[in-house]
């Protein structure tokens, strides 16, 4: 437990961070298992739309520096490879 005014602020101030970076690191992970759920089930379409979604919530939480932008990256070019595999 920290003691140091200077350090229990610091801590108040990295659980609100922590909240932050976990709404959006959900978010992020929540739309790729909808889109991979999707294109498991031969829904290309609305793959599509949900593609859209996870390429647009992995780079909002990259430029955030939540996640790694590599990390975002690869994410976005294995899930585009599956939805394209699929479209064939």
Known sequence: MANHKSAI???RASARRRQV???HR???RTFLKKTRRLIA???????????QQAV???????Q????HKNAAARQKSRLMKRLNQAQQ
């Not at 089930?41 to 593609?51: C, I, N, P, T, W």
């Not at 647009?56 to 990259?62: E, F, I, K, N, V």
């Not at 955030?64 to 996640?67: E, L, V």
Request: net charge neutral.
């Open 56 to 62: 647009s919530a992995l780079d909002r939480a990259a």
């Open 9 to 11: 602020k610091e801590m």
């Open 26 to 28: 959900s978010r992020a």
């Open 21 to 23: 970076n976990q709404i």
């Open 64 to 67: 955030k520096g939540i996640i």
């Open 41 to 51: 089930s031969g829904e290309v379409d609305e793959a599509k739309l949900a593609a």
